[in-house]
């Protein structure tokens, strides 16, 4: 298993330009996230998902689009890309739980891109 | 609404030492923890949960932490540390159903000689 698997690792973008990092997980879970690390603030909710087809805010969900159209890929869209979108990228992913016994289940991190815009 | 906030962004302690990091929550609901360690460069990786199966959670790399509602904390400790256990360190509380995790701010562990 690859487990959660981020593409690009590295990208430099000019202010306006777009761009999609796609999420893909091997997991057959149901749950996927975008967070972004910011030094200082920790991570923070852009998008999640919480189903094939299904998508919801977060917490900093502004200059951010995203689509869910296959259980294993979340994509995350920036339309026109501004400095202060200047992070790191992490996708999560985690299985829904299916009673007491199978406990809490954790969220299951990808490596993260690293995103600059100029 | 539930946050996190963790005690102390650099923590320095000598190898062999005790390690504490310090983490509380606010939650209005019974809350489900979680410390995950960011080595450089990498994701995040899970070392311990707290789920109220048990007050006291014993994690990987020889952590663990202790859940005390009347205090709202869930501190981190390991008796000696390790070299290879300096890296960023996150507390987090499940949110919405525990569908959402709320992080703190990070704690940044360094091991010297």
């Known amino acids: 298993n690859a487990g959660v698997t981020q593409t690009p690792k590295f990208r430099v973008l000019k202010t306006g330009q777009s761009m999609t990092l796609l999420c893909a997980q091997d997991?057959?879970?149901?749950?996927m996230y975008w967070y972004r690390q910011d030094p200082g603030m920790g991570l923070r909710l852009i998008h999640y998902?919480?189903?094939?087809?299904?998508?919801a805010k977060g917490e900093v969900p502004d200059g951010y689009n995203v689509s869910r159209l296959k259980k294993q890929n979340f994509l995350l869209g920036l339309e026109s890309a501004a400095p202060s979108q200047t992070s790191v990228y992490f996708c999560?992913?985690?299985?829904?739980?299916?009673?007491?016994?199978?406990?809490?289940?954790?969220?299951?991190f990808g490596p993260g891109t690293r995103l600059t815009v100029l | 609404a539930q946050s996190v906030t963790q005690l102390g962004s650099h923590v320095s302690v000598s190898e062999g030492a005790l390690v504490l990091l310090r983490c509380n929550y606010s939650?209005?609901?019974?809350?489900?923890l979680f410390w995950y360690v960011q080595y450089p460069n990498q994701g995040l990786q899970l070392l311990l949960k707290?789920?109220?199966?048990?007050?006291l959670v014993k994690g990987i790399n020889g952590f663990e932490a202790e859940f005390k509602k009347s205090e709202t904390s869930f501190h981190l400790t390991k008796p000696s540390a390790h070299m290879s256990d300096a890296a960023e360190y996150f507390c987090?509380?499940?949110?919405?159903?525990?569908?959402?995790?709320?992080f703190g701010a990070g704690t940044r562990l360094a091991v010297h000689p």
């Open positions: 999560a992913s985690k299985y829904t739980a299916g009673g007491e016994d199978l406990g809490v289940p954790e969220q299951f």
């Open positions: 997991m057959n879970h149901e749950y």
């Open positions: 998902s919480v189903g094939e087809g299904t998508t």
């Open positions: 939650s209005s609901v019974p809350p489900y």
């Open positions: 707290y789920t109220s199966a048990a007050t």
């Open positions: 987090a509380v499940g949110s919405g159903g525990y569908n959402k995790l709320i």
